[in-house]
């Protein structure tokens, strides 16, 4: 019998205790990505629920984002949009603050990556408590971009961060 997809997957994400400080386990995709077979099964499985839908843009959310959007753009043949953290996009910008679970963090797009009505999906690694994708949609919204969906490698569902993103279509391959 072989294995599901998505139990494939998990078994390369890796439980880090205490990482980057004491009672967070952090997930970590790179052994997920450091193998041929799953890093081509999480793109092909995310990007196919896309695929026929039109979609003119990704946008990944710096850092691992920017991994699994720059290889879902290429499959789906989009641009790729990157937000990034504030004082790296070198021109004219748009900024948005957000809360973490200790202090503040910002991220910024420039202000002519996407124009309105334009179609776009966003991505990142992993969904926690939503404030990074929160602060990413009103961001993405500000262009005036249509959001078709928002899609996630994991989901810590016992954060609750799909709570806070009710207003888009969001998807996540593996949830915890
Ligand atoms: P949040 O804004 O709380 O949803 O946090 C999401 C962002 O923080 C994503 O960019 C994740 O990569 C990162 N992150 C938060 N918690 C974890 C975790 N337990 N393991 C790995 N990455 C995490």
């Keep these: 019998m072989g294995m599901g997809i998505v139990e494939e997957l998990a078994r390369k994400i890796r439980d880090i205790p205490d990482f980057p400080q004491k009672g967070i386990v952090f997930k970590d995709i790179t052994p997920l990505l450091n193998d041929p077979r799953t890093f081509r099964m999480a793109i092909d499985a995310m990007a196919h629920q896309y695929v026929g839908r039109h979609i003119d843009l990704v946008v990944?959310?710096?850092a691992r984002g920017f991994i699994i959007g720059s290889a879902l753009a290429y499959i789906l043949n989009t641009g790729l949009i990157p937000l990034r953290k504030p004082g790296k996009l070198p021109f004219?910008?748009?900024?948005?603050?957000?809360?973490?679970?200790?202090g503040s963090a910002e991220l910024e797009i420039h202000r002519d990556a996407i124009k309105p009505g334009q179609r776009v999906i966003?991505?990142?690694?992993?969904?926690?408590?939503?404030?990074?994708?929160?602060?990413?949609?009103?961001?993405?919204?500000?262009?005036?971009?249509?959001?078709?969906?928002?899609?996630?490698?994991?989901?810590?569902?016992?954060?609750?961060?799909?709570?806070?993103?009710?207003?888009?279509?969001?998807?996540?391959?593996?949830?915890?």
């Design 92 to 102: 004219l910008t748009h900024r948005m603050s957000y809360n973490l679970e200790y």
């Design 60 to 62: 990944g959310i710096e």
């Design 122 to 176: 966003i991505v990142d690694d992993l969904l926690a408590t939503g404030g990074t994708m929160r602060a990413s949609i009103d961001l993405v919204k500000t262009l005036g971009a249509e959001i078709v969906g928002v899609s996630f490698l994991v989901e810590l569902s016992f954060l609750e961060g799909r709570q806070r993103l009710q207003d888009c279509d969001m998807t996540a391959l593996i949830t915890y």
